[in-house]
């Protein structure tokens, strides 16, 4: 199992959300050239769109599966397969957005001064992170993983990178010009436990996933759901609130 558009996509108005909170918030007014980093199926670089039509926005994504998905969207647009982690443009953007994607990237320490550098003055790095870890959904997940039925398997699984919010001012504050970081925590409503774990299996799951075989995935899962029933339980009506924490950062470069 490995990134799939389709399977991120089942969940799309909610995670577009976010980004919709984020593009608005940023402050930068002269936009010519906008990317999109991790940019999946398209949905957050349709909203950057949207939000600077007279610029030439582009995005990438480390997924060939994501990439086409993302092409099949937008086709004026221009979208390519890269690595963040690689990603080292010559030229300079006035807005670099980042939805949901840095978490998979290490090293935020280097990582997040690199991208401001790639800014124009006054440009704006806009940046939202699942701040989630320590949800029901997450600390379950690692707890199957840690059962004696996965845990040879699954015991070397690296969780995404990501820190406090405090951390990412204190990084970025001395070398922007303002910074504004805050958090927020959308409540989902899903149709039940089956819905949460299909969430997550487009997502955070995926580490897990990828070092099963099909059966032991099966496994995994139906395990996983009935830990996440008890987690989560349903309304009257059947459905789960998912709240869902995400931290959100833009740092604009000085002028």
Known sequence: ???SAKQYSAFENERTRPVRDLVAAIPTVEVRHAVDLGCG???STEVLAARFPQAVVSGMDSSADMVAAARKRLPGLTFGQEDI?????????????????LQWVPDHAALYPRLLERLTPGGSLAVQTPDNLEEPAHRLARAVAGEAAWAD???????????SADWYYALLSPLAQRVDVWRTTYMHPLAGARAIVEWFKGTALLPYLNRLDAH???AFLARYEAAIAQAYPALPDGTVLLPFPRLFVIAT???
């Open 85 to 101: 982690s690689l990603w080292r443009p010559e030229q300079r953007y006035d807005v670099i957005l980042a939805n949901a994607s």
């Open 153 to 163: 398997k699954l015991g070397g699984v690296r969780h995404p990178d990501r820190h």
């Open 41 to 43: 199926p398209g949905n």
């Open 1 to 3: 199992m490995s990134w």
């Open 253 to 255: 470069r000085q002028g």
């Open 216 to 218: 032991e995935q099966a």
